[in-house]
């Protein structure tokens, strides 16, 4: 699926989750996708689950050498089930993510439609103690589809992909942003997302 050219521009956003620091180590298998999850010729561990709802699942995997509190690259499984429909998730998400934006200049998202799917494309910032400058800047693509897994439960499932940089190089991360911006959407936009089996 190629998103450049083909999608439709939404003025909306849509964040399941944003920086997650402090977490502790825990990896109970919930969607039956232990892993490794092969992403653009880099292969992605299990490296952190949480069920913190009765209808909400979370899965990160990482490559060889991060850590969930410092990474280059994340891999993201998380599904809400039920009724719940994508759209009222994306108009729920939206109001977060412009609140964040008032404070915060450097968020800035968009998001795109196709085939039922909804990609979100968005950056994320936390600064030095003092406010002076950006420490860490997230990169995030998100895909959202609604599936139906092995046992017949429907739900809202999100393929995303962080991509964070530290330092001096959220310097570089910039200078190279507009050029390639589209090969991480593009790349996910084709990902064979595996197939989910939410464990009871």
């Not at 400058?133 to 609604?146: A, D, G, P």
């Not at 499932?157 to 570089?172: A, K, P, Q, T, W």
Request: hydrophobic share 40%; glycine share 6%; aromatic share 12%.
């Amino acid at each position: 699926m190629n998103f450049r050219n083909t999608i439709t521009a939404l003025l909306v956003g849509l964040i399941f989750s944003t920086f997650a620091f402090g977490q502790t180590t825990k990896s109970t298998e919930y969607l039956g996708v232990a892993g490794p999850i092969s992403f653009d010729k880099v292969s992605y561990n299990l490296a952190w689950t949480s069920h913190p709802a009765d209808n909400y699942y979370k899965q990160e995997y990482l490559a060889k050498g991060d850590t969930i509190e410092k990474f280059k690259k994340l891999i993201m499984l998380e599904i809400i089930t039920g009724k719940t429909k994508l759209k009222d998730i994306v108009a729920t998400k939206v109001a977060e993510l412009k609140k964040m934006k008032v404070s915060n200049p450097v968020i800035n998202y968009e998001t795109f439609e196709k085939d039922g799917e909804v990609m979100l494309d968005f950056i994320i910032s936390e600064n030095t103690p003092d406010g002076k400058l950006v420490s860490i800047l997230e990169r995030n693509v998100y895909r959202y589809k609604s599936v139906v897994d092995k046992s017949g439960q429907k739900g809202v499932l999100l393929f995303g992909v962080s991509d964070r940089h530290y330092g001096n190089d959220i310097d570089n991360f910039f200078a190279t942003f507009k050029s390639k911006r589209f090969d991480l959407i593009n790349l996910v936009g084709a990902f064979d997302i595996p197939e989910i089996s939410i464990a009871k």
